[in-house]
């Protein structure tokens, strides 16, 4: 465990200990070959949901983990260190999970939320288009209401987990423009005219399947509406406070193991008769990237501290998921530096690291996005 950790209670610890013991036999051994194969780990994220994993910071009365975000967000990070998909599989469901759960009537919550959290279904979160993507209060997907249904129909681009899933938050629109005419449904996955497309072909995380979808008139029942009609666009954004969190804990996880990896192979490699780290050169570039991520963690788990504590966290999110995922970039790419043309070749996983660092600063609000968050807070105050 990184030095810089102080959990808040043995508990957690035990929790921590069962999650390092998951990463070290089921994920290190299996994400080479799953990325390769670029093959979606289904029965590990059930391994994980029957550990308790896929509902950690919800409410233990509907079979969540009833942890707080500070040591959900640490968990997240153990398994980023080892495979990141696994990581953003759990961060993906955790953040599906959330609109049934802080916006969901009790019946809802008592009939939706045991399956979920308790890892069995796994959760698919829809809200980007592929004609908008920041400016996601401009969606299109609309969801008429017909008797005691919603008809949808549009596309929704970039879904994680799309095909794979077990249920889709769908954000669409039920009334007019902008944000106030959105709405959430939570579709069944095995709905007719849900129809996940093609998977893209990702730079990294290939393991995790992206796709779009598209809803050709699919019939939700209208007690699926989570929430009141108009108020899609508030829960979308609450729920990426949430997740951006989630996102940043990722990446204090990748550039962690980086990190690792680099000072191990600067000990062992040898250059004009000495180890490497021994050049101030690199010793120094080792010492900034070790820096970095213990600022990013410090940040990361500030903001969740926030959280766990009822007090407003959105701006304090925003610069986490800005600063920690900057941060990852710059400190796998470093990595790659340290193993000179060896960080170039699959034989090491730092190039794996590289490639995925970089879409950390594109999902769950690109990093100008996060920047536009935190001028805004400036602007108005
Ligand atoms: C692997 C992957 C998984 C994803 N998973 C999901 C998912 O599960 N669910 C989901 O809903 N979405 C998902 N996304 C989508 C992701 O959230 C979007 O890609 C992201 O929000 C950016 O949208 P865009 O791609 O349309 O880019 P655009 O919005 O077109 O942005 C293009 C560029 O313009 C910049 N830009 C846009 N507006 C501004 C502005 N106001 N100021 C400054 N710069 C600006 C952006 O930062 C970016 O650099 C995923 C994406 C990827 C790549």
Request: glycine share 10%; proline share 4%; aromatic share 8%.
């Given at each position: 465990m990184a030095v810089d950790r102080i959990l808040p209670s043995a508990e957690a610890a035990d929790l921590l200990g069962l999650v390092r013991e998951i990463a070290d036999g089921e994920l290190a051994p299996r994400v080479e070959a799953y990325e390769a194969r670029g093959e979606f780990p289904r029965e590990i994220v059930r391994t994980i949901g029957r550990a308790g994993l896929l509902g950690l910071p919800y409410d233990e009365e509907y079979?969540?983990?009833?942890?707080?975000?500070?040591?959900?967000?640490?968990?997240?990070?153990?398994?980023?260190?080892?495979?990141?998909?696994?990581?953003?599989?759990?961060?993906?469901?955790?953040?599906?999970?959330?609109?049934?759960?802080?916006?969901?009537?009790?019946?809802?919550?008592?009939?939706?939320?045991?399956?979920?959290?308790?890892?069995?279904?796994?959760?698919?979160?829809?809200?980007?288009e592929p004609a908008g993507g920041s400016d996601a209060a401009a969606l299109t997907t609309r969801a008429e209401r017909r008797g005691e249904s919603y008809v949808v129909s549009g596309t929704k681009a970039w879904i994680t987990h799309a095909g794979v899933a077990d249920f889709y938050d769908i954000f669409c629109r039920t009334g007019g423009s902008g944000p106030g005419g959105i709405s959430c449904l939570l579709a069944e996955a095995r709905t007719p005219g849900i129809n996940p497309q093609r998977r893209e072909r990702t730079m990294g995380l290939r393991s995790s399947p992206v796709a779009q979808i598209a809803f050709d008139d699919a019939e939700v029942p209208a007690d699926r509406l989570i929430g009141d009609d108009g108020v899609g666009f508030t829960i979308a954004m609450k729920a990426l406070d949430s997740g951006r969190l989630g996102i940043a804990a990722c990446a204090v996880g990748l550039a962690q193991a980086a990190l690792d990896y680099a000072v191990a192979y600067a000990r062992e490699r040898e250059q004009f008769g000495r180890p490497i780290i021994d050049f101030q050169g690199l010793a120094f570039m080792l010492a900034d990237m070790a820096t970095q991520v213990s600022a990013a963690r410090a940040l990361t788990l500030a903001a969740a501290r926030l959280r766990d504590a009822g007090r407003p966290y959105s701006l304090e999110a925003a610069k986490a998921k800005l600063f920690a995922t900057d941060m990852a970039m710059r400190v796998t790419t470093d990595a790659v530096q340290v193993l000179g043309g060896y960080g170039y070749v699959a034989d090491h996983p730092v190039e794996r690291y590289m490639r995925e660092a970089k879409v950390l600063q594109i999902v769950e609000g690109t990093n100008q996005i996060q920047r536009v968050v935190i001028s805004r807070h400036l602007t108005r105050g």
């Amino acid at each position: 465990m990184a030095v810089d950790r102080i959990l808040p209670s043995a508990e957690a610890a035990d929790l921590l200990g069962l999650v390092r013991e998951i990463a070290d036999g089921e994920l290190a051994p299996r994400v080479e070959a799953y990325e390769a194969r670029g093959e979606f780990p289904r029965e590990i994220v059930r391994t994980i949901g029957r550990a308790g994993l896929l509902g950690l910071p919800y409410d233990e009365e509907y079979g969540g983990g009833g942890q707080p975000y500070e040591v959900y967000l640490q968990v997240l990070e153990e398994l980023a260190g080892r495979w990141l998909a696994v990581a953003e599989a759990v961060s993906v469901h955790t953040l599906a999970c959330y609109p049934v759960s802080a916006y969901g009537t009790d019946s809802q919550r008592k009939r939706f939320l045991p399956d979920m959290l308790g890892g069995e279904l796994l959760g698919a979160y829809c809200l980007s288009e592929p004609a908008g993507g920041s400016d996601a209060a401009a969606l299109t997907t609309r969801a008429e209401r017909r008797g005691e249904s919603y008809v949808v129909s549009g596309t929704k681009a970039w879904i994680t987990h799309a095909g794979v899933a077990d249920f889709y938050d769908i954000f669409c629109r039920t009334g007019g423009s902008g944000p106030g005419g959105i709405s959430c449904l939570l579709a069944e996955a095995r709905t007719p005219g849900i129809n996940p497309q093609r998977r893209e072909r990702t730079m990294g995380l290939r393991s995790s399947p992206v796709a779009q979808i598209a809803f050709d008139d699919a019939e939700v029942p209208a007690d699926r509406l989570i929430g009141d009609d108009g108020v899609g666009f508030t829960i979308a954004m609450k729920a990426l406070d949430s997740g951006r969190l989630g996102i940043a804990a990722c990446a204090v996880g990748l550039a962690q193991a980086a990190l690792d990896y680099a000072v191990a192979y600067a000990r062992e490699r040898e250059q004009f008769g000495r180890p490497i780290i021994d050049f101030q050169g690199l010793a120094f570039m080792l010492a900034d990237m070790a820096t970095q991520v213990s600022a990013a963690r410090a940040l990361t788990l500030a903001a969740a501290r926030l959280r766990d504590a009822g007090r407003p966290y959105s701006l304090e999110a925003a610069k986490a998921k800005l600063f920690a995922t900057d941060m990852a970039m710059r400190v796998t790419t470093d990595a790659v530096q340290v193993l000179g043309g060896y960080g170039y070749v699959a034989d090491h996983p730092v190039e794996r690291y590289m490639r995925e660092a970089k879409v950390l600063q594109i999902v769950e609000g690109t990093n100008q996005i996060q920047r536009v968050v935190i001028s805004r807070h400036l602007t108005r105050g």
